[in-house]
């Protein structure tokens, strides 16, 4: 993958003359190896942009970093600070344990964030997190077989056989949650949609990140159900 730069390996900076500690921090941002836990296979890139990729159609559940920093809040507010919000993602998505953000990593993390943040003060961004899920109805499994490949198969690899996903550690989407889906009498369609729209949180745990509505709209998972779970 691409996105999986060794520290240090950065090529010259682009015109806009940015600290030696940003570069560092720009290599940071897409290196898995931020997180001290041998476990973990996500980078900052996985799920956010920062204006670098050149607009390859993918649906990531975090939103753009670009203007970050003066944000008022993050997390649709449930994060008052910046650190609070970048904290978040180290331990629930990142297996971080403990976070120094003293150590020259953090740092170099803070500096290219703000290398990327000119608008001050810049707007919110809202996060609308679904808190009692309800089926949605399935769309066009064209759309949803494309839906799938922006959001899900940078992790998930390919659907139903989970060819060339991140770890062995993801699951094989929709296959690994058909048992599951028997047990508790809920319909496939509805576990799914409860992991994507609630990631590790409401007692469910794991490490993959909800989708707000703002990141994956409902018509969208409509189509991913259609594509993942075809009626018979
Ligand atoms: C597995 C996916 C994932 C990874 C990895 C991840 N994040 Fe996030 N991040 C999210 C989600 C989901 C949110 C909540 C939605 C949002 O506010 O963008 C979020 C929120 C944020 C926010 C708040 C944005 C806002 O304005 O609300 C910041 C800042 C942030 N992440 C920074 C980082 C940094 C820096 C890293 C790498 C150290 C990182 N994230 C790694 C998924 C991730
Ligand atoms: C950043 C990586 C990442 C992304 C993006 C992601 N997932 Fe996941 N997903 C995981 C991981 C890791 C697991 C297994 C651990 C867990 O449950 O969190 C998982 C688990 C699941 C499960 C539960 C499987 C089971 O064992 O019951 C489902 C369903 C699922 N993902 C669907 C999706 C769909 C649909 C998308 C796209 C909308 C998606 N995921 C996007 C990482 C990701």
Redo the contacts with the bound molecule.
């Keep these: 993958m691409k996105r999986w730069l060794a520290v240090g390996a950065v090529v010259a900076s682009m015109g806009c003359a940015p600290t030696p500690a940003a570069e560092v921090g720009r290599a940071l941002f897409a290196d898995p190896r931020l997180s001290s836990s041998a476990f973990n296979t996500?980078s900052c890139a996985?799920?956010h942009d920062d204006g670098s990729s050149d607009a390859v159609e993918r649906?990531l559940?975090g939103h753009t970093l670009t203007d970050s920093v003066f944000r008022p809040s993050w997390w649709g507010g449930a994060a008052p600070s910046l650190q609070a919000a970048v904290d978040n993602c180290l331990v629930f998505?990142m297996r971080e344990e403990r976070i120094d953000a003293t150590a020259p990593a953090s740092r170099a993390l803070y500096e290219y964030l703000l290398s990327i943040s000119p608008t001050r003060p810049a707007p919110p961004l809202p996060m609308t997190v679904v808190e009692n899920v309800a089926d949605v109805p399935r769309g066009d499994p064209r759309r949803g077989e494309r839906?799938?490949q922006a959001?899900?198969a940078?992790?998930?690899g390919d659907a139903f056989t989970g060819a060339g996903r991140?770890s062995a550690?993801?699951?094989v989407?929709?296959d690994?949650?058909v048992g599951?889906a028997e047990q508790s009498g809920f319909p496939l369609t509805t576990?799914?949609v409860e992991?994507?729209r609630h990631?590790?949180f409401f007692g469910?745990?794991?490490?993959?990140?909800p989708?707000s509505v703002e990141s994956?709209s409902d018509d969208d998972?409509g189509a991913?159900l259609g594509y993942?779970v075809p009626l018979q």
Excluded at 204 to 209: D, E, H, L, N, S
């Design positions: 996500v996985t799920c649906i559940a998505f839906v799938y959001a899900c940078d992790c998930h991140m550690l993801v699951s989407v929709p690994d949650s599951f576990v799914i992991k994507v990631g590790p469910i745990g794991g490490t993959m990140p989708f994956l998972l991913l993942l």
